[in-house]
C-alpha cells in the first residue's frame, strides 16, 4: 500500500499533488497502526517523519491533526512522553487557529487532540505509580480532569493509578474515594479486576478502627471478603 500510494505521489499532476499526498499521508497512518501493533517501533518512528512530511504537502488541517495524534502515540511508546504531549497541544492550537473550530469534524479532531494530551499525561501517572514515586504519581494525577480523558477506559485507568498511588502514601481515605469513583465510572473495572480486590482488602486490613464509612458495605457489594 505504501508503495503504490508513494508512486501515485510521485506521478500525480500538480492539480493532484494534494489529493495524492493525503492518500499517502492516510496510508502511513494505518502503518502507524500496524507497527505498533507488531512492536516495530523503530520502523513507526520512520512512518511518523514521513507522514508529517506529506501531511504539509497535503495542506489539510484535519489530516495535520490527526497525523500530529498518531505521532503522538509512536513518541510515548518510545518514551519521549513530553514532547507527544507537546506535539498534542501544539496541534490542537494549530487547528483551532486554522479552521475557527466551527464544523463538528473540526471540533471532534480537537477534542482527540486534547484527549490524547491527557492519556499521555495519564501515562506518566502509571509510570510513577508502578516505579513506586506515589508523590509524583498523586501530583501528575492532580493536574488531570478525569472527565477529559474520553474513554471510559482511560478514566477506569486513571482512578486505579490514583487510588493505588494514595494508598502508597498512606492516604487511605482519598485511596477509599478514588476507589468509589472508579465504581461509578467503570463498574466493572472494580468488581472483577483483581487490583480494585486487592486495595479493598488493604484498606480493610488498615481501618481497623473503622474509620471509613462505607468501606465494608462497599467490600461486600463487589465481593471482597471482609
Known sequence: MVATATAGHAAAANHERAT??????????????????????AMA????????????????????????????????RTRHGQRAQQTLLRAAQSLDESTGLRLAGQVAAYGRLLATAAYVA???????????????????????????????????RYWE????????????????????????????????RPWAQQLNAALLDADRRQALPGLRSFAARIGTPT
Request: aromatic share 8%; glycine share 4%; hydrophobic share 45%.
Open 20 to 41: 495524492a499526498a493525503t492518500a499517502l499521508t492516510q496510508t502511513y497512518h494505518l502503518t502507524i497502526q500496524v507497527l505498533i501493533k507488531l512492536h516495530e517501533d
Open 45 to 76: 518512528w520512520s512512518a511518523m517523519d514521513r507522514a508529517t512530511h506529506t501531511a504539509r504537502a497535503a495542506d489539510n488541517p484535519l489530516l495535520s491533526a490527526e497525523t500530529a495524534r498518531a505521532s503522538a502515540i509512536v513518541l510515548r
Open 122 to 156: 495519564l501515562y506518566r501517572v502509571s509510570v510513577a505509580r508502578v516505579l513506586g514515586d506515589f508523590g509524583a504519581a498523586v501530583q501528575y494525577a492532580r493536574a488531570l480532569r478525569p472527565d477529559q480523558l474520553g474513554s471510559v477506559e482511560r478514566r477506569a
Open 161 to 192: 493509578d490514583y487510588a493505588l498511588a494514595l494508598h502508597g502514601r498512606g492516604a487511605y481515605a482519598e485511596s477509599f474515594r478514588a476507589l468509589q469513583a472508579a465504581e461509578r465510572a467503570a463498574p466493572q473495572e472494580v468488581r472483577y
